[in-house]
């Protein structure tokens, strides 16, 4: 069932809800009045108006469950057709505009001058985004959510050394099976919480806000055809994390960004729907099995201690989202045992997680996140 006809039937059921619980309120006072005049008289007409208030509120949360649901409807009806259309004209078109961002992703890759210019620009973008997307957020907080997407490039990284067979390229560090498990958690999360649909980036990919989450296939997924080294294969999170990005480990990252991911290079330099690069790397020193600096558009997920739920919490992180403590709800995506409370024995749900409503809002301002 679309998002917006299914949030339609869980508000109007909230509605019905209410009006039971506002007319028992209304009972429980008739029943609790003096029994003595003038006193009887006015206890009355306070149930009186409690019961038209109750009635009048019901009318109004159905009304406007209807408005709401009306435009929903009508906004991805209109993003459909528009989508057809554009994704037409970007995946013949595109290509020359990715051409185009190439080049200045060629700049990018130089370390640290490189990464002050990639920095920067996904900063400017962040804000020029975010601040065009208030008028999103206003409508979503009302309960106005059409659908939007969140585009992913997911690339599984080779180890360095031969593999028993004697291929040079090395073996992948992660199954396909295993990353497409990953892949349609986050897919299913997205679509069900915020009305985002996780799609790969790539030509010729329709969408409807009519249509259930996404099913990940195979082709969601690439394997780098080179064997890796220590500066991509093992990398830490944090702070040491944006000091490798500064140096060669920003510089790798980004060249197989460019190269593995080229269809979404004008995205990545202009911000606009920008796809998250998810790169499936050996290991994350420390205790993390994944990480996304934010300030980057890739994220590196821990191929040997990664949970079902890791691709969705870092693409999280990416649409800025941050970590919650898990004894407070342990079924939230940005939920850990590392945040406010280390000593917790309460481990994170990680078979199926939720956002909450202000974590919606921000996912669906992110830069990475759009309606075209």
């Given at each position: 069932?679309?998002a917006?006809?299914?949030?339609?039937?869980?508000?109007?059921?909230?509605?019905?809800?209410?009006e039971?619980?506002?007319?028992?309120?209304?009972?429980?006072?008739d029943?609790?009045?003096?029994?003595?005049?003038p006193?009887?008289?006015?206890c009355?007409?306070?149930?009186?108006?409690?019961?038209?208030?109750?009635w009048?509120?019901?009318?109004?949360?159905?009304?406007?469950d209807?408005?709401?649901?009306?435009?929903?409807?009508?906004?991805?009806?209109?993003?459909?057709?528009?989508?057809?259309?554009?994704?037409t004209l970007?995946?013949?078109?595109?290509?020359v505009?990715?051409?185009v961002?190439?080049?200045v992703e060629?700049?990018?890759?130089?370390p640290?001058?490189?990464t002050?210019i990639?920095w920067i620009?996904?900063?400017?973008?962040?804000?020029?985004w975010?601040?065009?997307?208030?008028?999103?957020a206003?409508?979503?907080?009302?309960g106005?959510?059409?659908?939007?997407?969140?585009?992913?490039c997911?690339?599984?990284?080779?180890?360095?050394?031969?593999?028993?067979?004697?291929d040079?390229?090395?073996?992948p560090?992660?199954?396909?099976?295993?990353?497409?498990?990953?892949?349609?958690?986050?897919?299913?999360v997205?679509?069900r919480?915020?009305n985002?649909?996780?799609?790969?980036?790539?030509?010729?990919?329709?969408?409807?806000?009519?249509?259930?989450?996404?099913?990940?296939?195979?082709?969601?997924?690439?394997?780098?055809?080179d064997?890796?080294?220590?500066d991509?294969l093992?990398?830490?999170c944090?702070?040491?994390g944006?000091?490798?990005?500064w140096?060669?480990t920003?510089t790798k990252?980004?060249?197989?960004?460019?190269?593995?991911c080229?269809?979404?290079?004008w995205?990545?330099?202009?911000?606009y729907?920008a796809p998250v690069?998810?790169?499936?790397?050996?290991?994350?020193?420390?205790n993390?099995?994944g990480?996304c600096?934010w300030?980057t558009?890739?994220?590196?997920?821990?191929?040997?201690?990664?949970t079902?739920?890791?691709?969705?919490?870092?693409?999280?992180?990416a649409?800025?989202?941050?970590?919650?403590?898990?004894?407070?709800?342990?079924?939230?995506?940005?939920?850990t045992?590392?945040?406010?409370?280390?000593?917790?024995?309460?481990?994170?749900?990680?078979?199926?997680?939720?956002l909450?409503?202000w974590?919606?809002?921000l996912?669906?301002a992110?830069?990475?996140?759009t309606?075209?």
């Open positions: 069932m679309p917006c006809l299914e949030w339609a039937e869980q508000r109007s059921e909230e509605c019905s809800e209410t039971d619980q506002g007319y028992n309120e209304c009972d429980d006072w029943r609790r009045c003096c029994d003595w005049w006193c009887s008289w006015a009355k007409v306070i149930t009186w108006v409690c019961v038209g208030y109750t009048v509120s019901n009318i109004v949360c159905v009304a406007w209807v408005v709401t649901t009306a435009v929903c409807v009508l906004w991805d009806i209109a993003t459909t057709v528009i989508n057809a259309i554009l994704v970007e995946s013949t078109l595109g290509w505009l990715s051409a961002a190439f080049i060629l700049l990018e890759m130089i640290v001058l490189g002050l990639r620009l996904n900063f400017v973008s962040f804000l020029l975010t601040v065009a997307s208030l008028i999103d206003g409508l979503g907080y009302i106005i959510r059409p659908e939007k997407l969140l585009r992913v997911t690339i599984i990284l080779r180890d360095e050394a031969s593999d028993a067979e004697g040079e390229r090395g073996t560090v992660a199954s396909v099976d295993t990353v497409r498990v990953w892949l349609q958690l986050a897919a299913d997205y679509k919480d915020a985002v649909r996780l799609i790969p980036s790539r030509p010729f990919k329709y969408t409807t806000g009519f249509a259930d989450a996404e099913q990940v296939t195979d082709d969601w997924i690439q394997i780098d055809s064997p890796g080294d220590s991509t093992d990398v830490a944090n702070a040491p944006a000091g490798a990005d140096l060669l920003g990252y980004q060249a197989k960004a460019s190269t593995r080229f269809y979404g290079a995205r990545r330099v202009l911000g729907g690069t998810c790169f499936v790397i050996r290991d994350i020193p420390g993390a099995v990480c600096l300030i558009d890739y994220a590196t997920i821990e191929a040997g201690g990664a079902p739920r890791t691709v969705a919490h870092e693409l999280g992180h649409c800025n989202l941050w970590h919650l403590c898990v004894d407070d709800d342990r079924r939230n995506l940005m939920a045992q590392n945040e406010c409370s280390p000593q917790s024995t309460t481990p994170p749900n990680t078979a199926n997680p939720r909450s409503d974590q919606v809002l996912v669906r992110s830069k990475h996140v309606y075209f």
